[in-house]
């Protein structure tokens, strides 16, 4: 059967525009000095090739993921960013339907974690849900119970998600699972029958709510417990 793409949620796109730097053409209005002004002409011509055009500041990172939020834990409860302020947080964007990177991922954290002994208090593992039509708390609940103790799961309405996932440049789609539910419920809305596209990339923040560093799908949990260590220790630069 043919997937069909319908997007859940917009992509949040950098775009650097690089700025000339202005070139000061003297010129004569004089016929008289007609080669003195051709000389200016070309010295400042020669001047403008060797001037380096500027590009716009590039955002620290920490200020291109993360920012505040407000959502709904897997007890019901509401969390906001800071509720975690002082402990490095470790997030991960997925869905309980997932069939393989979430359930893969969230082991991998599990066993950095428990590699990590005690310095893995220093940090809360945080799994968001991009689907929160069908993760609630109580499926989140039973879902996370699989993975390492203390992991907090966060849904709540899709204006909620979409707003965090934008914070985060997380990518989310659905993907209907055949050509008759795309034609029967064109818009998306009211199927089940779907699975969910996403971003596959493990944020760690620091105790301050900061930006640090990435982990793709696939970092091995000894590679994840070196570099979570590097952190908790503050060895890292």
């Known amino acids: 059967m043919k997937n069909t793409l319908i997007s859940m949620a917009g992509t949040l796109t950098l775009v650097g525009v690089m700025t000339a730097a202005p070139v000061n053409v003297a010129n004569s209005g004089s016929s008289h000095n007609h080669g003195a002004s051709h000389t200016q002409q070309e010295a400042g ?3 403008a090739h060797t001037e380096t055009p500027k590009a716009p500041p590039i955002p620290k990172l ?6 505040t939020f407000e959502l709904t834990d897997h007890q019901g409860q509401t969390r906001k960013d800071t509720d975690w302020d002082g402990r490095y947080r470790l997030i991960f964007f997925g869905y309980t339907h ?8 969230l082991q991998d954290i599990t066993i950095a974690l428990d590699e990590l002994g005690d310095r893995a208090k220093k940090i809360q593992p945080i799994f968001v849900t991009i689907d929160p039509a069908r993760d609630t708390p109580e499926i989140l609940a039973d879902y996370i119970e699989s993975f390492t ?4 799961a966060l849904t709540g309405s899709e204006t909620q998600i979409a707003d965090i996932a934008r914070k985060y440049r997380v990518q989310r789609h659905k993907l209907l699972t055949s050509e008759h539910e795309h034609h029967q419920h ?4 009211g199927v089940d029958d779907y699975e969910a596209a996403h971003s596959s990339l493990t944020y760690l923040m620091g105790p301050d709510g900061k930006f640090l560093t990435l982990f793709p799908f696939g970092t091995t949990p000894d590679v994840l417990a070196k570099r979570l260590s590097t952190y908790v220790s503050g060895e890292a630069s």
């Open 45 to 47: 011509a020669d001047k």
């Open 62 to 67: 920490d200020a291109l993921f993360g920012g």
């Open 98 to 105: 997932c069939p393989a990177i979430c359930p893969t991922t």
């Open 149 to 152: 103790p203390g992991m907090v």
């Open 186 to 189: 064109g818009d998306g809305k």
